[in-house]
């Protein structure tokens, strides 16, 4: 009976004598709040689960690499390890966006299930299968606020001729109705809203944008995020050293990660609301898009998608995945969640 249940247990590939160092660098300025302590918690928890084994040096952007350049860092090896956000790469590989956040796409919650549940993941996988690098989520703001302006939006035709910093999908947008769209690092932001070089800038939300000081220097602020209802993080790794790692280390890494999709959005949230109400109460106009604009971008949206899949195989592959889950999810939804926060609403009116 011993042997038997011996010869059952799979073997692990595990050696406790070997010690590692890798390096992390990001796409966030070095003191951004919940997103760069987000990362120190990931190697903390990874040097900890390991039993020093595997220590992770963390570097903010610019710091041993720029911003935007994270992922050739991980691709070549310069770091083991990258966090930051999977749009920014959509230049290298356009399938990469989808992974981020589709404008009037699927929230964090539905974003997770597609990923997990769905066949996102192995999408992914397969989007990074000519690069050196391997992608999971670490993180998530959940719903976005729309952003910044210098100027009002009571229609669309007021996007034309904005220049607005916004990636992914979202800017393809922005540059369908008019405008132009700008991708500038998270540290770059705030002097190019002071200095005129853009008009507009989205971000994250009430928690990070007071904290950035966007209210001292626009005087707008809108929402819904329809651009990014629910933007998942990414964990670049380099994948040769990845391959390399034992069993045990690569599970460390894997919960570490997995960790911060709770942890990162579970913060947002937690601040948010009150950083919105002091914005408000400090003299931030805060409002609403007007209905025509919403259904203006929406259709402009949907042309983006459209034609991103219609240039791009693996767009298309990506595309009708994640357009099908999302129908799915919402018929869910619609019966359950939905129908729930009306009632609340109703209620608190």
Known sequence: QEESQDSAVKEVNVNKNQT???K???????????????????AEQVTTMSQGRLEIEVFGGGELVPP??????VDAGTAGLGHGAAYYWAGKA?????????????NAQQMYAWL??????????????DFNLIGLPAGNTGVQMGGWFNREINTLD?????????????????AKVGGSAELIAAGEIYTSLERGV??????????H??????????????????HEPGSVLERLVNRQAWEALPDDLRMIIQVAAHAQNNWMLSQFDAQNGNSLQELAAGGTDVRQFPDEVMSGLKGAADEVLQEVADTDPMSAKVYESFRKFQVEVASWGNASEKPYYNLIQTEST
């Open 20 to 22: 590692l160092q890798w």
């Open 68 to 73: 935007l350049e994270s992922f050739d860092a």
């Open 198 to 207: 853009i008009d507009a800038s989205e971000w994250v939300g009430p928690y």
């Open 209 to 226: 944008d007071q904290s950035m000081g966007f209210n001292k220097v626009a005087q707008y602020y809108y929402y819904p995020g329809w």
């Open 158 to 174: 007021d996007f034309q001729g904005l220049k607005m910093r916004i990636p992914g999908l979202g800017g393809q947008t922005i």
């Open 116 to 129: 997990f549940g769905g066949g996102g993941q192995e999408l992914w996988d397969e989007t990074y299968k």
């Open 24 to 42: 992390v660098v990001t796409t966030w300025p070095p003191t951004l709040p919940i997103l760069m302590d987000g990362v120190r918690l990931l």
């Open 94 to 106: 356009p399938a990469a966006q989808f992974f981020t956040a589709v404008p009037f796409g699927m």
